[in-house]
């Protein structure tokens, strides 16, 4: 377990849990934090289940998290966190393409999402945007959510990846990291057999000849982001 409890906070800082499986990122990010005068890292979690656990124990205003983590999905525990604490503050902080994850993560409850390649000051926005009760999300994000909105959906998805359920598109992304079938499944704490079902799915949906088209393509995917 890797939360850390800080100390009493000043009634003007806003208590923040940083979720990342890289305790480096989760350094850096803390320190940019604890840098501004109304904001603290309350606790770090390097996984799912730390997470679950370190809000807790922490009871922060505030988690930010990403969507790969150890023992879980980052999609599932936002909808844990919001099943379990439906006020509490939640922004992604990914390296994956808002443009496929970001309406995922709002509609699982997060506020907001903002890429790790954006600047500190992007960053440090969102985290206020959030804390404030209000959607981040960047304006090319924004215009394509809207342009859907109104019926006028622009968005390209030749490889109908848009199509996959969460669940799927996470399965997709493994396999894609070479994972194989059995580890998919410790990973994401289910059955083989659930992960084979979802295989299929991805085949059908992608309209894939067999696993090995399968797995071309989720490595040529995962390598494109």
Request: negative net charge; proline residues 3%; aromatic residues 4%.
């Amino acid at each position: 377990m890797s939360a850390k409890t800080c100390p009493p906070s000043s009634p003007h800082k806003h208590r923040i849990l940083l979720v990342d499986d890289h305790a480096l990122v989760r350094e850096g990010f803390a320190e940019l934090l604890n840098s501004r005068a109304d904001l603290e890292v309350c606790g770090q979690a390097g996984s799912a289940p730390e997470a679950l656990t370190a809000v807790d124990k922490l009871n922060p205003d505030m988690v930010v998290l990403d969507l790969s983590l150890q023992g879980g999905s980052g999609l599932d525990l936002i909808k844990n966190l919001k099943f379990l604490h439906p006020f509490m503050r939640l922004l992604v902080l990914s390296m994956h393409d808002e443009a496929l994850y970001a309406e995922r993560a709002l509609r699982a409850g997060a506020l907001g999402y903002v890429m790790k390649r954006e600047d500190s000051a992007t960053f440090l926005q969102a985290v206020h945007e959030v804390l404030m009760g209000r959607v981040f999300l960047s304006p090319a994000m924004r215009e394509r959510m809207l342009q859907k909105a109104v019926g006028n959906n622009v968005a390209v998805d030749s490889n109908g990846m848009a199509h996959l359920s969460d669940r799927e598109l996470e399965v997709f992304q493994l396999i894609g990291q070479g994972l194989t079938t059995q580890q998919i499944a410790d990973r994401l704490n289910v059955s083989v057999s659930t992960v084979e079902t979802h295989r299929a799915h991805l085949k059908d949906k992608l309209k894939l000849a067999n696993g090995t088209e399968l797995v071309r393509q989720a490595v040529e995917w995962v390598y494109s982001q």
